[in-house]
């Protein structure tokens, strides 16, 4: 009786040392898959800040042209203004002039 409680305990070792080599391999899949999804998460994560980069990039270049653009536009009304004041200077003193 010893000898088959003996075996019966030795058994239930084995099983339980087999169960747990079995986690631990199984454990060990686990966490390479998790390895894995974690560097394409990762990947991921460097795409999207490069193109969040570089849209910030264009925005930034667009809102540059626009504050050119802008300037150009007020230089131009300037040179207007002052074409047309000097149109108006010329013409009274031609207007005086021809007068007397």
Known sequence: MDKQT????LR????THVRE???EERLAEY??????TMEMLKEVAKQRKALYEDENRQQQKYREAEEVLRQ???EREMVLARSTSIRSVV????????SL
């Open 72 to 74: 150009a536009v007020e």
């Open 31 to 36: 966490r390479q898959q998790e390895e894995k």
């Open 12 to 15: 239930k070792k084995e099983v």
């Open 91 to 98: 013409g009274a003193y031609y207007k005086n002039y021809h």
């Open 6 to 9: 003996s075996d019966q305990g």
């Open 21 to 23: 080599v079995g986690r």
